[in-house]
Nanobody, 127 residues
Framework: VQLQAFGGGVVQPGGSLRISCAASGHTSGIYAVGWFRRAPGKERELASAIIWSGDSSYSATAVKGRFIISRDHAKNTVDLQMNSLRVEDTAVYYC?????????????????????WGQGTQVTVSS
């Protein structure tokens, strides 16, 4: 499985940005896809995740109500629509895919549960 993240850029506080993760290869084994982010000087954290089928999703408290994760079956992408962006959302965003199957989201909060990673895309929120 290959993952390619794209769509990052510079946006003003309060603005919106959409980033996407394109999956290719043997994607039939994917169970969940997550968007992680690493801000300067901070630990990597999960922002949002979605079941590959698109049936269920998770958003961290920090982004809930502002970020929307979705699955585009036609394009084979997982998209993250980021609204009401804040300076503290500035980070490199990585998409990752997990084969691990769980009935709850807790295991997917850790990057250790993911098998494949994209290269990251920079999101900068600045005035």
């Amino acid at each position: 499985v290959q993952l390619q993240a794209f769509g990052g850029g510079v946006v003003q506080p309060g603005g919106s940005l959409r980033i996407s993760c394109a999956a290719s290869g043997h994607t039939s084994g994917i169970y969940a896809v997550g968007w992680f982010r690493r801000a300067p000087g901070k630990e990597r954290e999960l922002a949002s995740a979605i079941i590959w089928s698109g049936d269920s999703s998770y958003s961290a408290t920090a982004v809930k109500g502002r970020f929307i994760i979705s699955r585009d079956h036609a394009k084979n992408t997982v998209d993250l629509q980021m609204n009401s962006l804040r300076v503290e959302d500035t980070a490199v965003y990585y998409c990752a895919a997990a084969k691990f199957v769980s009935s709850n989201w807790y295991p997917y909060l850790s990057g250790d549960s993911y098998d494949y990673w994209g290269q990251g895309t920079q999101v900068t929120v600045s005035s």
